[in-house]
T-cell receptor, first 113, second 114 residues
Framework: GAGVSQSPSNKVTEKGKDVELRCDPI?????LYWYRQRLGQGLEFLIY????????KSGLPSDRFSAERTGESVSTLTIQRTQQEDSAVYLC???????????FGSGTQLSVL | AQSVTQPDIHITVSEGASLELRCNYS??????LFWYVQSPGQGLQLLLK??????LVQGIKGFEAEFKRSQSSFNLRKPSVHWSDAAEYFC????????????FGTGTQLKVEL
């Protein structure tokens, strides 16, 4: 596609439910990043994929968070048993490779009630 | 609609020279504003942020930014650039109304000549 696409753009869920966030990177981009930004805070790195492997999972805040990537294509970020503190904007970015220019999606606004 | 514009795609400066990276925004009220840096192979790092109060904001690594409401700008500055500052810099806007939408500029690639 022309840019990084994320869906849904907004998600409201109840505490304790599972949610799945999707990211479609730019075609040909091997590197894919997930970030989140909670209200009033800076961007928080979650996970990085190179192809379909994730050499850096250090940013995942708990074992309720997991992410997968199919080949060099779509990635899903899953949050199980959501908590109110998970409410944030979840941002995906992709690049041709590590250190190359990043292109960002418009984010998924997650609200956990 | 909110938007962020970084008019300079690439900037090259000599080590020790001063630096200013431009950021202009469009938003109906006073937004929250951020500058991030992405070094090769690393995640984004927050340099500084503006929420309210003093319009001159100090950040890490010797960076500062000034919020100018009249110009809808939030330019990043550093008096003396170091070779390790070579990276890509992103300006970002967080809407303060409902929705909490985070919008990034397209980034400015900084090259530092020794």
């Amino acid at each position: 596609g022309a840019g990084v696409s994320q869906s849904p753009s907004n998600k409201v869920t109840e505490k304790g439910k599972d949610v799945e966030l999707r990211c479609d990177p730019i075609s040909g981009h091997t590197a894919l990043y997930w970030y989140r930004q909670r209200l009033g805070q800076g961007l928080e790195f979650l996970i990085y994929f190179q192809g379909n492997s994730a050499p850096d999972k250090s940013g995942l805040p708990s074992d309720r968070f997991s992410a997968e990537r199919t080949g060099e294509s779509v990635s899903t970020l899953t949050i199980q048993r959501t908590q109110q503190e998970d409410s944030a904007v979840y941002l995906c970015a992709s690049s041709l490779g590590p250190g190359e220019k990043l292109f960002f999606g418009s984010g998924t606004q997650l609200s956990v009630l | 609609a909110q938007s962020v514009t970084q008019p300079d795609i690439h900037i090259t400066v000599s080590e020790g020279a001063s630096l200013e990276l431009r950021c202009n925004y469009s938003y109906g009220a006073t937004p929250y504003l951020f500058w991030y840096v992405q070094s090769p192979g690393q995640g984004l790092q927050l340099l500084l942020k503006y929420f309210s109060g003093d319009t001159l904001v100090q950040g890490i690594k010797g960076f500062e930014a000034e919020f100018k409401r009249s110009q809808s700008s939030f330019n990043l500055r550093k008096p003396s650039v170091h070779w390790s500052d070579a990276a890509e810099y992103f300006c970002a806007l967080l809407g303060t109304g409902g929705g909490n939408k985070l919008t990034f500029g397209t980034g400015t690639q900084l090259k530092v000549e020794l």
